[in-house]
């Protein structure tokens, strides 16, 4: 009989292992192993999957961010540009009248 059968914690030398990390080989009992990606990896494996996972990660997200940030800008620019155009091919004569002698509106 081999394997983890005879095996103990590599943390806790009293207690038997459970499963063996498929990272570092060693072999853990209950407490010390988690699951993750449908593996079960020790604390200190897990942690450094984490750590290399989430740094490359870091990468796209913040280009795609600031991609995201200039195209709302010219966005922006674009749709007040066009109400400005829009504003400016008013013609002059829309502007005569005042809306406060509006016929309708009675002076007291």
Not at 85 to 102: C, K, M, Y
Request: net charge positive; with cysteine; hydrophobic share 45%.
């Amino acid at each position: 009989m081999s394997g983890v059968a005879l095996q103990r914690c590599f943390n806790h030398s009293a207690r038997e292992a459970a499963a063996r990390c498929p990272e570092c080989r060693r072999f853990f009992c209950r407490e010390c192993v988690s699951e993750h990606d449908d593996r079960v990896i020790c604390a200190s494996c897990l942690k450094k999957l984490a750590t290399t996972e989430s740094s490359k990660r870091r990468a796209f997200p913040t280009v795609l961010r600031s991609i995201q940030v200039v195209v709302g800008i010219l966005v922006a620019w674009f749709f007040f540009f066009m109400i400005g155009e829009g504003l400016v091919r008013i013609p002059a004569s829309f502007h005569d009248t005042n809306l406060w002698q509006a016929p309708w509106i009675q002076p007291e």
